[in-house]
């Protein structure tokens, strides 16, 4: 309520993405078709390349099969990706983080330098030279993205945390006896979950565009199985004169999540951080 | 200052070492090596092929020794041998530099010329219909993939313009018209997102810097608004923005790749993807290096830029 309230927009992008999660969960029963099946006609070919129209909402595939049906198939490819990865990353993240931060020294020095290096390569390059390691599957995919996230929150995490050990009550609760890893979990973690929750969010579009780009670029989620990048690659990028709706619709549909992803993220930063908000002017 | 750019440099050869060993350590952890793999994607190869290729490639030997080898060679600028075409792994490379440096840096070059005055008319006149529509753009650079804003506009430019993006790639300094016909449009679509970012940056932070004490002073001994703005908000308020640019580069260069591939263009980018559909590790491993280099060096430049624009940071 507070969102819808404050931030309208925000409220706006969360139901965007509430929508999709619905579509995702209920293909089967809002697909029109099924979306690896050749339709056919009368006279047992291929309805190819049909423009959208009554029957075909956004159209056929050169290969006859329903462009509808597949991008909301493709919709489930993309969370399972988006939340696979960012769960993986921010778990990995979180943990380096708190780690690294409350504990600092030489361990804080290791995981620091691990940091640098994976950051020190772009995520489409790492995760192409991974990809072609590790082959073409869901899992490999789900895995390198969340690679390519652990090493930011880590550090979002590790900055927070050296932040809150300045704080008083760090002291006061070491001083009652607590353990370490007891003021970690209890203490020190609730206080990073804002920050978490706000760089998870627009991760979550950004897992969406990496996963995208891969199955563009042919390592990503092999086919039959639809995905939005593979549509826009293939089948779309081929035939872009012809029949161009085969790339915008899957193109939109990744544009219109990531920008519901991103102002999701402005909108719970902006929330969860008034001094952000400040600085932003908003 | 002095040890400071020594203790960077020296901070960033040990990102270099420590890249070099992952991405040489992460093509043999796996279960068979890279020759199988290569191997196997032509006829069915007997033990004895594969015995005979190991041993012309060093495989055989201890990861180590393979490691130490290896990097003998690169300290002396030699990154091996490609497994596919056979050729010197840094000859290939230094063919496409010149076209990936072109593309980087002119997108960054678009992407300020559109950020900072867009960025800075936001924060001036913020709460206007200019400051909405700003960052709007804004969201929208950051929210359309690279590969489909590419895709669309090679098409949409080839139905209309009939204009398809010239093969052979000229440097600006011998050709400058053709040089910018091939590479604007790409430079201008992978300089999108950083663009987008740039512009929020520079919109909050001279939104913040606006509000300083020191401003309201520079008002009160009577300057005009805009010498306020360029001589004393600008600088300070650009700090944030060059540490974003420098974090976003790593985007902007994955973004090469990609673009690369879509517009035909025979850079670094091209050559990685090519390299990786080819299982082409040694090709991977130097292309993965050389891009860790550029990220290293732009955020040491990034680091010394911040002395000079606020000199109250000395480094000691």
Known sequence: MVLVRRKPLGAASAAIIGGLVAVALLAPVLAPRDPYAFNLNERGLPIRMQAPNATFLLG??????????????????????????????????????????????????????????????????????????????????????????????????????????????????????????????????????????????????????????????????????????????????????????????????????????????????????????????? | MRTYIARRVLHGLLVLWLVSFAIFSLVRILPGDAVLMQLDQAAAPTPEMLERARQELGLDRPFLEQYRTWMAGVVRGDLGHSLTSRRPVT??????????????????????????????????????????????????????????????????????????????????????????????????????????????????????VLRQDYIVTARAKGNRERAVIVRHALKNAFIPVVTIIGQQFSVLLGGTVIVEFIFLQPGVGSLLLDAVLLRDYTLIQGAVLFFAAVIVAMNLLVDLSYSWLDPRIRYR
């Open chain 1, 60 to 282: 056929t595939d050169p290969l006859g099969r329903d462009v509808l049906s597949r991008i909301v198939y493709g919709a489930r490819v993309s969370l399972i990706v988006g939340f696979g990865s960012v769960l993986i990353g921010t778990l990995l993240g979180t943990g380096l983080g708190l780690v690294s931060g409350f504990w600092e020294g030489r361990l804080d020095q290791v995981i620091q330098r691990a940091v640098d290096t994976v950051m020190a390569i772009p995520g489409i390059v790492l995760a192409l030279a991974v990809m072609s390691v590790l082959g073409q599957s869901l899992t490999n995919i789900i895995l390198v993205i969340g690679l390519v996230i652990a090493p930011g929150t880590s550090r979002v995490v590790r900055g927070t945390v050296l932040a809150i050990k300045q704080q008083t009550f760090v002291d006061a609760v070491l001083a009652s006896g607590a353990s370490p890893a007891r003021i970690v979990l209890r203490h020190v973690l609730p206080n990073v979950f804002a920050p978490i929750l706000v760089i998870a969010t627009v991760w979550l579009g950004n897992a969406i565009v990496i996963e995208a780009a891969l199955s563009f670029l042919g390592l990503g989620t092999p086919p039959p199985t639809p995905t939005w990048g593979g549509m826009l690659s293939g089948e779309g990028r081929r035939n872009l004169e012809t029949a161009p709706y085969l790339a915008i619709f899957p193109g939109l549909a990744i544009s219109v999540v990531v920008l519901a992803f991103n102002m999701l993220g402005d909108a719970l930063r902006d929330l969860l951080d008034p001094r952000s908000r400040i600085e932003a002017g908003l």
């Open chain 2, 91 to 208: 000859q290939e490379l230094l063919k496409r530099v010149s076209l990936t440096s072109h593309l980087a840096v002119m997108s960054m070059i678009i992407a300020l010329l559109i950020a900072l005055p867009i960025g800075v008319l936001a924060a001036v006149r913020q709460d206007t219909a200019g400051d909405y529509a700003g960052r709007l753009f804004a969201i929208l650079g950051l929210s359309l993939p690279d590969f489909w804003l590419a895709t669309v506009t090679i098409t949409l430019l080839s139905i209309w313009f009939q204009w398809m993006p010239p093969i052979g790639f000229a440097p600006i300094w011998e050709d400058p018209a053709r040089n910018l016909s091939q590479l604007l449009i790409p430079a201008l679509i992978i300089g999108a997102r950083l663009a987008a970012v740039s512009m929020r940056m520079t919109r909050s932070s001279l939104l913040e």
